[in-house]
């Protein structure tokens, strides 16, 4: 089972990886998490990508290309993965499809989570990440039991002026991707203005077809 998840910033990719990983046992390889990661610890590479980040920018193709190359080559890919904020731009789709070949794998289906820009300034404004275990809230919609107890934290892109700024990037480099795939008929587009849960049923039909 190898998929991508696709979407615009805050469609929900995040969510729902977590749960399919739940669900099947496979890793999810999100990009801007292995970014955030090195801009914790400080490394390089991660105060490079952190300006980027900051101004809802995109990190450079190779630099992603590389990370994505590494981590696809771990034993834990071996019964599939699920891509989450990769590729970005039709340079790293090809790249993606170079690295696969190598690996003799190749993208079985991309599931496009569908969200209208009102409902995703909402969303990316009101989210919530648990510093403890990394879990994804809402304040409104999916608010923790617990606020102390999860020690929430509000990532540093998610303002509205760099959420604006992202929805930009998105429409220009990351939305030609989508055709990328449909020309394969790789493409199963989901309604992701539903709940979590009416998603989560909706893909798992999908990728279980
Ligand atoms: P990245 O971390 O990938 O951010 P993103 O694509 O902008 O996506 P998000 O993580 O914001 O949203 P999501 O779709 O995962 O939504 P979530 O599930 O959290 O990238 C950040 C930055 O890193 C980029 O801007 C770029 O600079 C760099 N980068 C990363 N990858 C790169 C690449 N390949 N190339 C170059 N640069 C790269 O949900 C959002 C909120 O909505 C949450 O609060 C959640 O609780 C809520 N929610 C989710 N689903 C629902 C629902 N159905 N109903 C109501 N609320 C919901």
Redesign the pocket.
């Given at each position: 089972m190898n998929i991508i998840?696709f979407?615009?910033?805050?469609?929900?990719?995040?969510?729902?990886?977590?749960e399919l990983t739940k669900k099947y046992g496979i890793p999810q390889i999100?990009?801007?998490?292995?970014?955030?990661e090195a801009i914790a610890n400080q490394t390089p590479l991660g105060l490079e990508?952190k300006k980027?980040?900051d101004?809802?920018?995109?990190?450079?193709?190779d630099?992603?290309n590389g990370l994505?190359g590494t981590r696809l080559k771990k034993a834990d890919c071996e019964k599939g993965f699920i891509l989450?904020?990769?590729?970005?731009?039709v340079a790293?789709s090809e790249s993606l499809d170079k690295i696969l070949e190598n690996l003799n794998k190749k993208i079985e289906k991309v599931i496009a989570?569908d969200?209208s820009d009102d409902?995703i300034i909402e969303?990316?404004t009101?989210?919530?990440?648990s510093k403890k275990t990394g879990k994804?809230?809402?304040?409104?919609?999916?608010p923790p039991i617990d606020e102390k107890e999860e020690d929430l934290e509000q990532?540093a892109?998610?303002n509205r002026e760099?959420v604006m700024k992202?929805l930009e990037?998105?429409n220009k480099q990351t939305a030609p991707v989508l055709d990328y795939y449909k020309k394969q008929g790789k493409v199963f587009n989901v309604d992701?203005?539903?709940?979590?849960e009416?998603?989560t049923k909706n893909i798992i039909e999908i990728l279980e077809k």
């Open positions: 998840l979407g615009a910033p805050g469609a929900g990719k995040g969510t729902q990886a977590k999100s990009t801007g998490d292995i970014l955030r990508a980027l980040m101004g809802g920018n995109l990190v450079s193709d630099i992603v994505v989450d904020g990769f590729p970005r731009t790293q989570l969200v409902e969303r990316i009101g989210r919530r990440v994804i809230y809402h304040i409104k919609y999916n990532r892109d998610d760099t992202r990037v998105y992701g203005g539903k709940s979590l009416e998603i």
